[in-house]
């Protein structure tokens, strides 16, 4: 079955930049998705279509995609950040949705 | 405001049934397509079914195909999900989820917990 491949954990210093990879074989044919969830709550779409912002998201949010490799990043890293990040795809075969396994990004 | 209410949780025997729904308000609710993703406790999302605006398409995880179905009620602005021969593994949050540029509007979700 597709995979979508995060890395589990990244970790960065206030005022830094964050970026969060997201691998997948198909993803050169098909658009990426990012979502951010803090405890206790249910996810927010940060990113859709690879690189564009929903209405409310920071223009310090970006995402971009080249090859089989789809990249949010974050500037400025602000303590408020700190959340589990998901990217969200298609099984090419299937049509069925699939998530990363997701990223904790941690503000040092 | 758009407004995503899921509700029907709660604790079931192993091999029960249980239905969720969603009641959604704000927006032309028969403009989108809708999902259920799950989340296990200390788990990541997993997108469990959607269907199109109409009704008439649907899709499942491999994980709950054939034991779950998915329906919506256009006129009651509703999203339902029959689970059936539920399993400690289906043990999750439930979000109903809109989808639109991806799914850009969420409910707060409701607990489902398989236990004897």
């Known amino acids: 079955s597709y995979e979508l491949t995060q890395p589990p954990s990244v970790s960065v210093s206030p005022g830094q930049t964050a970026m969060i990879t997201c691998s997948g074989d198909s993803l050169p044919q098909q658009y990426a998705y990012w979502y951010q969830q803090k405890p206790g709550q249910a996810p927010v779409m940060v990113i859709f279509k690879d690189t564009e912002r929903p209405l409310g998201i920071p223009a310090r949010i970006s995402g971009s995609s080249s090859g089989t490799t789809a990249t949010l990043t974050i500037s400025e890293v602000r303590a408020d950040d700190e959340a589990d990040y998901y990217c969200?795809?298609?099984?090419?075969?299937?049509?069925?949705?699939?998530f990363g396994g997701g990223t904790k990004l941690t503000v040092l | 405001e758009v407004l995503l209410v899921e509700s029907g949780g709660g604790v079931v025997r192993p091999g029960g049934s249980l239905t969720l729904s969603c009641a959604a308000s704000g927006f032309t609710f028969d403009d989108f397509g809708m999902s259920w993703v799950r989340q296990s406790p200390g788990k990541g999302l997993e997108w469990v079914s959607g269907i199109n605006r109409l009704g008439d398409k649907t899709g499942y995880g491999g994980s709950v195909k054939g034991r779950f179905s998915i329906s919506r009620d256009n006129v009651q602005k509703s999203l339902y999900l029959q689970m059936n021969n539920l399993g400690a593994d289906d043990t999750a949050f439930y979000y109903c989820?809109?989808?639109?540029?991806?799914?850009?509007?969420w409910g707060q979700g409701t607990l489902v917990i398989v236990s004897s």
């Open positions: 989820a809109r989808q639109g540029e991806g799914f850009d509007q």
């Open positions: 969200q795809g298609a099984d090419p075969t299937t049509d069925s949705v699939v």
